[in-house]
Nanobody, 127 residues
Framework: QVQLVESGGGLVQAGGSLRLSCAAS????????MGWFRQAPGKEREFVAA????????VYADSMKGRITISGGNAKNTVNLQMNSLKPEDTAVYYC????????????????????WGQGTQVTVST
């Protein structure tokens, strides 16, 4: 099994930055990739970004592309999400996720493709 623990959430003003971190423990060698999702109140959980084990592939959701950077990769047992120019609509619970399989052409945004989830960390962006 794999355990994922997020940290780094909090309250920030619009235009500010936050850096989220996710620490993986357990059978981390089983994962091919890790990623981040977010869920705003009343909305479905949506994909934010993903990175492969050796950090050779990074994928970003269009909604945040250009404002975020994912780094780490589970070869380092950690993945970070640097978020800049935050907007009130970025307010959500951010979840770290891990997946065992990431074949070529995979659907990175599909929640069902992720096998492990953290408890989430709240990010609130004020106006």
């Amino acid at each position: 099994q794999v355990q994922l623990v997020e940290s780094g959430g909090g309250l920030v003003q619009a235009g500010g930055s936050l850096r989220l971190s996710c620490a993986a423990s357990g059978l981390t060698f089983s994962m091919s990739a890790m990623g981040w999702f977010r869920q705003a109140p009343g909305k479905e959980r949506e994909f934010v970004a993903a990175i492969t084990r050796n950090a050779d592939i990074t994928v970003y959701a269009d909604s945040m592309k250009g404002r975020i950077t994912i780094s780490g990769g589970n070869a380092k047992n950690t993945v970070n999400l640097q978020m800049n120019s935050l907007k009130p609509e970025d307010t959500a619970v951010y979840y770290c996720a891990g997946r065992n399989s990431a074949p070529y052409g995979t659907d990175w945004a599909g929640r069902a493709n992720y096998d492990y989830w953290g408890q989430g960390t709240q990010v609130t962006v004020s106006t």
